[in-house]
Structure formats: C-alpha cells, structure tokens
T-cell receptor, first 114, second 113 residues
Framework: AQTVTQSQPEMSVQEAETVTLSCTYDTSESDYYLFWYKQPPSRQMILVIRQEAYKQQNATENRFSVNFQKAAKSFSLKISDSQLGDAAMYFCAYHPSGTYKYIFGTGTRLKVLA | DTGVSQNPRHKITKRGQNVTFRCDPISEHNRLYWYRQTLGQGPEFLTYFQNEAQLEKSRLLSDRFSAERPKGSFSTLEIQRTEQGDSAMYLC???????????FGPGTRLTVL
C-alpha cells in the first residue's frame, strides 16, 4: 500500500532560524511527484514546493528547499530564515504519475516563535 | 481571483438533515477532487471527476454521499441523513488534465449537532 508518514506532529522554530520537517513514503512506483503543501489557520492549502522523482536535483523555492532521497523514500522540507508567516500545518503529499491519486500525510504543525 | 471557490464556508446542521456543498474549480481545469479532512489529519480522498465523469469513489464515500459535476463545470457534494461522524472540513481541488499540481479551495466546514 502507498503511504505517507510525517512523524513530527508539531515543530517549533525561532524566527530567522532554520527548521526541517520530515516525510517518508512507501511505494513501488518509480515515476511520481512529491509535494509540500502549507495550510495556514482557517485558510486554504497552497503548494510550497514540488519534486519530480526522476530529477536528482533537489527542488528549491526561495527560502524553501527539499532533501529528496529516492532510495530511502525520504522527502524532507527545509525552511530557512523562518518568518512568523510560515506558521501553519505542513502536509507532505505523494502522487504517482499518470494517475488521479494523491496521498497526504497527517501533517506537521509548525510554530514560529518571535 | 480565479482560484477554486467553495460555498458555503461553514455549515451547521442537525443530525438527520441533508446538506449540499458547492465547488467552483478553476475554469480551465478538467479534473476535480473532493477530500475530507478531520482534525489532526491530512486530506482523505473521496471522489474524482474528469470533466463530467465521476471516475473514482473512495470507500469512505458511503451511500449517503453523492457527488455530481454537471457539464464538467461546478460540482456538488450532497450528504443525506447526516451523522455526527460526518463533521469535518470538506475540501475541493482542481487540476488541469496534464500537470501534477492540485489547487485547493478554502473548504466547507461541516458541523453536525
């Protein structure tokens, strides 16, 4: 079965510091996408960053970067220079290519301390 | 703003009543998804439309749930004879036919008393 595991229910980071959120997944597929979505309180989910499995280079979007380890089935999100606006639930999601299926983890609540 | 919209944003109902939610996807998106999200959990897939065709339904979608997408535009999700266990956030997302990213709406929060 395809599963996504986020083992950190909650994380805290000091403003301007760096934090890493963990995600592991289980699949026998070789072609897929991985995503990190951010869900601020009472606001809609937005895409933070995506990674194509066939790409060896880790994706980067401004202060957000991933560490994608395909063999280990690990996909962590690093947030640099954390800001108060980064406080939210973060969901890791897996999507096999050519399918409709998206599987989400249980989320990590990130608190940013001033 | 041409993002995904959902109405109503909040719905409080009594057990046994029927409720209907609406989702308006991004206009050029062929694919539409419904998810349910309970407290402390990630979104769980309910159903998927490609244009007007409902191509997949999760086992979570009991007989009391029905979804439609007439003419491949907006979609409705109806829950009949609501139960307290139906209380959750119902999320709608859309995506183009080609391309992996889903775009989410703000959700409808259902509370069944």
């Amino acid at each position: 079965a395809q599963t996504v595991t986020q083992s950190q229910p909650e994380m805290s980071v000091q403003e301007a510091e760096t934090v890493t959120l963990s995600c592991t997944y289980d699949t026998s597929e070789s072609d897929y996408y991985l995503f990190w979505y951010k869900q601020p309180p009472s606001r809609q989910m937005i895409l933070v960053i995506r990674q194509e499995a066939y790409k060896q280079q880790n994706a980067t979007e401004n202060r957000f970067s991933v560490n994608f380890q395909k063999a280990a089935k690990s996909f962590s999100l690093k947030i640099s220079d954390s800001q108060l606006g980064d406080a939210a639930m973060y969901f890791c999601a897996y999507h096999p290519s050519g399918t409709y299926k998206y599987i989400f983890g249980t989320g990590t609540r990130l608190k940013v301390l001033a | 703003d041409t993002g995904v919209s959902q109405n109503p944003r909040h719905k409080i109902t009594k057990r046994g009543q029927n409720v209907t939610f609406r989702c308006d996807p991004i206009s050029e998106h062929n694919r539409l998804y419904w998810y349910r999200q309970t407290l402390g959990q990630g979104p769980e897939f309910l159903t998927y439309f490609q244009n007007e065709a409902q191509l997949e339904k999760s086992r979570l979608l009991s007989d009391r749930f029905s979804a439609e997408r007439p003419k491949g535009s907006f979609s409705t999700l109806e829950i009949q004879r609501t139960e307290q266990g139906d209380s959750a956030m119902y999320l709608c997302a859309s995506s183009p036919l080609y391309g992996p990213e889903q775009f989410f709406g703000p959700g409808t929060r259902l509370t069944v008393l």
